[in-house]
């Protein structure tokens, strides 16, 4: 039995099935990553201000974010809609809403954490010379920060595309789902497909994450020198 | 700054707001369940009705959810097509409709919402009747049946339920099976175990003298297992299996159960065994002990 556990990965189009699913599984997690990094500098800078009724505000929104499971607000998103107001997204459509919800929320704490981290002294300093408050952000808080906040993001990052696996549940088949699908359709067969299977979903999701490690790695090298 | 500060402020207003409106409506609706059913027959612009059996037949389509993971009763072939007996009968009912059917993969937990906010037409998806769910869905006729199933070695087969006096009866804990011997007969020893593959396991080591679980699932084991029979093969309390439609979508149920009755005539039913089970199940099992024809069960 053990040698037919990988037939069952070569058989008609499942490998392509396989990588089918990782295409979809990519694409939500990179257009929510996109546009949750953009929004979430900009709400991580608001989150700075002194405004009580901003500061209310976001943090009510950070909180919400954080307590409610993935789970959930991909259902309010997907069923919950359509109950309250017939909007009838389709599943991939309301995974990238959620996930960027999340998204911004996490990544606006992160840029919070990281600006509030740069001390006050570089903003007085910048002021002394002469600088307005754009241009301190453009020259010596924002490059700060950047650096600061790269190994955070890119933690996020690969979190969300793990996360991914949760779509399923709104009916959008990813290449967890799949790689399910082709173990569940061989279990009679080849029982020990299962491992192939999942070995093989392993090492897709590793070849996905790992460039961007080994990335943020290169950039925080080169900004040390 | 200041200029930058205000716009962003308001832009992040108008985001939390919609986020927050769209929340409450969601969290609110839940409570609403049982207006909707009534909205759906008031007309189709309430929010998640499902499309009537007119609405079905002009868009050229019919939205089905199926398992995509449950072979043989709904699972995806090497090819990517959709196969099993529920997707059999789904494509029946595509073609006695005269469109096409749309196959959407759903999860055990997210049938009965599917059905709530009219995202699909029609579960077939292995869908147990239960009094519970009977109150959120409408069930059409049954088309299969479950019971549970009994399966020891074939040197001390089983035949019935009076020689497991005094003998070990494997089991998995939270199933049908722990629930149904320990209520109905307390004179059968238990082994329990948490996990399938640890009750298999006892079996063929000898730790118990038969192991019980849905019917289903006994008789594809024991066609892998040479030296292990199915010698009960429907015990206790018997399960319907059905097509579920939205409550209320009073025309397509109605539509369904003909359909079924229809269907019944030409003894569907076992030509869909023939076809999708029969390869797993071989000649183990008969027909008879699973599929249920024009919705009517015989015990």
Sequence with gaps: MQDLGIRVLFEGSNLLRLLGGLWITVKIALISVAISFVLGIFLGIIMTFKNPVTKAITRLYLEFVRIMPQLVLLFLVYFGLTRAFNINLSGQLSAIIVFVVWGTAEMGDLVRSALISISKHQYESGTALGLTNLQVYRYIIIPQTVRRLLPLSINLMTRMVKTTSLIVLIGVVEVLKVGQQIIEANRYTAPSGALWIYGTIFLLYFIVCFPISRLAGRLEKRWMN | ?299
Excluded at chain 2, 24 to 45: E, H, I, L, P, Q
Excluded at chain 2, 117 to 132: M, P, Q, R, S, Y
Excluded at chain 2, 196 to 222: H, K, M, P, Q
């Design chain 2, 1 to 299: 700054m200041k200029k930058l500060k205000r716009i962003l402020s308001s832009a992040l207003v108008l985001i939390l707001a919609i986020t927050l409106f769209a929340g409450c409506g969601a969290a609110g609706s839940s409570s609403a369940d049982s207006s909707a059913a009534k909205t759906s027959s008031a007309g189709n612009t309430a929010a998640g009705t499902a499309r009537s059996l007119e609405d079905i037949k002009s868009s050229g389509k019919v939205i089905i959810g199926v398992f995509s993971d449950k072979a043989p009763f709904g699972y995806v072939d090497e090819k990517g097509a959709y196969q099993g007996y529920d997707v059999y009968f789904a494509n029946r009912i595509g073609k006695d409709l005269g469109v096409d059917v749309e196959f959407v993969s759903v999860e055990p937990a997210s049938r009965v919402e599917y059905l709530k906010t009219g995202k699909v037409d029609i579960i077939l998806a292995n869908f147990t009747v239960n009094e519970e769910r009977a109150q959120s869905v409408d069930f059409a006729l049954p088309y299969m049946k479950v019971a549970l199933g009994v399966v020891s070695p074939d040197k001390s087969l089983i035949t019935d339920v009076a020689q497991l006096n005094g003998k070990t009866l494997i089991v998995a804990k939270g199933t049908t099976a722990e629930t149904y011997f320990t209520k109905n007969h307390p004179e059968v020893k238990l082994l329990k175990f948490d996990q399938y593959t640890e009750t298999y396991n006892a079996l063929l080591d000898g730790r118990g003298d038969a192991f019980s679980t849905d019917n289903t699932e006994v008789l594809a084991w024991a066609l892998q297992n040479k030296g292990f029979k199915v010698g009960i093969e429907s015990l206790g309390s018997l399960d319907t299996i059905a097509p579920a439609v939205q409550k209320g979508n009073t025309g397509l149920l109605n539509w369904l159960n003909d359909e079924i009755k229809t269907l019944g005539k030409e003894n569907f039913f076992h030509k869909n065994f023939e076809e999708t089970l029969a390869p797993v199940y071989g000649d183990a099992v008969d027909p008879d002990s699973l599929v249920v024809e024009s919705g009517v069960v015989e015990k």
